[in-house]
């Protein structure tokens, strides 16, 4: 059983930063894979950024590449989201994933209760 608590989520100007973090409850999150997702108002939920269980592989939607950086720390279970040169459009609620799958949504995948990121023009 792993439990997902993000945090770090606020109002941002645009071309701001803001980190968030995931800090992960459970002895198996070091072997999962750890996701980022988003969903604005009236959108579906999207990928935002994906982290293997070591953190030597990453993968990030093309909306937020060069952007944005997923990063962990296995030793304090906690996964992040470094996200800078923010703008309007990055506006959503965005939520913690951790999965034993790497691109698949499964019902067995854990997610945390989201965190609001809300970007000003």
């Known amino acids: 059983q792993v439990q997902l608590v993000e945090s770090g989520g606020g109002l941002v100007q645009a071309g701001g930063s803001l980190r968030l973090s995931c800090a992960a409850s459970?002895?198996?999150?070091?072997?999962?894979?750890m996701r980022w997702f988003r969903q604005a108002p009236g959108k579906e939920r999207e990928f935002v950024a994906t982290?293997?269980?070591?953190?030597?592989?990453?993968w990030y939607a093309d909306s937020v590449k060069g952007r944005f950086t997923i990063s962990r720390d296995n030793a304090k279970n906690t996964v992040y989201l470094q996200m800078n040169s923010l703008k309007t459009e990055d506006t959503a609620v965005y939520y913690c994933?951790?999965?034993?799958?790497?691109?698949?949504?499964?019902?067995?995948?854990?997610w945390g209760q989201g965190t609001q990121v809300t970007v000003s023009s």
């Open positions: 994933n951790g999965s034993p799958h790497r691109t698949t949504i499964a019902p067995s995948d854990y």
């Open positions: 459970g002895r198996t999150f070091s072997s999962y894979f």
């Open positions: 982290i293997s269980w070591s953190g030597g592989s990453t």
